[in-house]
């Protein structure tokens, strides 16, 4: 039996499991992403993310349970997609599921992403739904995986 994975739209509410979310050791070693402290986190949801209409953003439900979330944002010319599950969702396919949803939302391509290649399964994740490798950037530790779906401006 398949779980029921939804979008929509974020809520106050969802900003606390988001934040507990982003405090899981594993999830912010994967990510290679320090974890806000609760203010910092708050403000920056708040004024960069729920209030910039250029950024699309979704909450991720598990049969209606809140399992994190997937955003699009500018970054300079460039279009990029990010997002943040909860341990207890990952290895189930809700990301691959969620992502897809998201996708047929999300119209603007090409769309980029750009995780840290010793975070696999986001990686996977990202080739699974259609994005494909065009790159790398950075070394050792600190390399990232450039991602694109749908062709880039000059590209045939």
Do not use: C
């Not at 729920?50 to 460039?78: C, I, K, M, S």
């Amino acid at each position: 039996m398949s779980e029921m994975v939804g979008m929509r739209d974020v809520g106050s509410g969802d900003l606390e499991v988001f934040l507990t979310y982003e405090h899981d050791p594993e999830a912010a070693r994967r990510a290679r992403f320090p974890p806000r402290e609760r203010e910092a986190f708050m403000t920056h949801w708040t004024t960069r993310i729920l209030a910039d209409p250029a950024v699309f953003v979704q909450a991720v439900t598990v049969e209606g349970a809140v399992a994190g979330n997937v955003v699009a944002w500018w970054h300079g010319d460039r279009r990029f997609i990010g997002y943040w599950f909860g341990r207890e969702y990952w290895g189930r396919g809700i990301g691959t599921r969620a992502l897809g949803l998201f996708l047929e939302r999300e119209r603007i391509r090409p769309l980029y992403a750009d995780p840290y290649a010793v975070n696999v399964g986001s990686v996977r994740l990202l080739e699974k739904v259609g994005f494909r490798r065009t790159g790398t950037v950075g070394e050792g530790e600190d390399e990232q995986v450039v991602l694109v779906l749908g062709a880039p401006a000059g590209d045939a």
